[in-house]
């Protein structure tokens, strides 16, 4: 951590976070000839803090999953209350599909109905390095994510504005904001209680555990989370304690 203010520090996390940003503007402009004398591996990236990223237990995802349920159920019971009902069922399509798919905040904001194919529960994003990529997504977030666009066709159908990504705001229609995302998240975690601040990234770290977990090589969690290097993996990555006990007995003659 780094003094900001008497009293104040900034997490290594957020540190790391802007100089990613920084990295990935100078590699853009370097591309557009923009710059001369810095290049994007001139930024340092201490990549040690991803070490131990924060992710969820199969009990902790449960239960949010069920707080999200009786969230739009209550929604559903409140009269000309369109907003409150917008908000739960987006919620929920939101966080059902970082979850089965380990999609970054960005990517899950610039997701458009017209890349899905929800029969072969696949969809297409223009993701991490402005590159298209297909991911896949579990019956069970197919069928929030349906829920959602029913509802929103109910109530925009004469806003095509609302229509053109799937997670948008309730009142203009615009896509909905990094922070605004991360807002209704940690205020999810907040309310059920969890002892981890909830976060889209915590569900991306979520997935590639559960699937590590389940014996998912280390190479298909490459796939799954569209990484260029099997480095990136290794470190958003770690195998529990458990594991390492499993595993261990395989030895045993």
């Not at 229609?173 to 601040?197: C, D, M, S």
């Not at 889209?200 to 559960?210: G, P, Q």
Request: proline share 3%; hydrophobic share 35%; glycine share 2%.
């Amino acid at each position: 951590e780094c003094e900001r203010k008497p009293g104040r520090t900034v997490q290594q996390s957020t540190i790391y976070s802007h100089m990613i940003r920084l990295k990935a503007y100078l590699k853009r402009a370097s591309e557009r000839c923009l710059l001369w004398n810095l290049k994007p591996s001139d930024v340092p990236i201490n990549k040690t803090i991803l070490r131990n990223p924060v992710y969820l237990t199969r009990e902790e995802v449960k239960q949010v999953f069920v707080e999200l349920d009786t969230r739009v159920n209550e929604a559903l019971l409140k009269k000309n209350k369109r907003d409150y009902k917008y908000a739960a069922y987006m919620l929920r399509a939101a966080v059902h599909l970082l979850y089965a798919s380990g999609l970054r905040n960005a990517e899950l904001r610039s997701l458009k109905p017209i890349d899905l194919d929800m029969q072969n529960l696949r969809w297409t994003v223009y993701g991490k390095g402005w590159k298209y990529n297909n991911f896949t997504f579990t019956l069970q977030a197919r069928e929030a994510i349906e829920d959602f666009i029913v509802f929103k066709k109910r109530y925009y159908i004469n806003s095509p504005r609302h229509m053109e990504y799937i997670f948008t705001s309730a009142n203009f229609g615009r896509p909905v904001t990094a922070t605004g995302l991360n807002q209704a998240l940690k205020e999810l975690g907040e309310y059920i209680n969890l002892p981890k601040r909830l976060t889209a990234h915590v569900f991306r770290h979520t997935c590639a555990t559960t699937l590590l977990n389940n014996w998912a090589n280390i190479r298909e969690v490459q796939e799954k989370l569209r990484h260029v290097n099997l480095d990136t993996t290794a470190l958003y990555t770690h195998v529990t304690n458990s594991r390492l006990s499993e595993i261990t007995n395989w030895l045993e003659i």
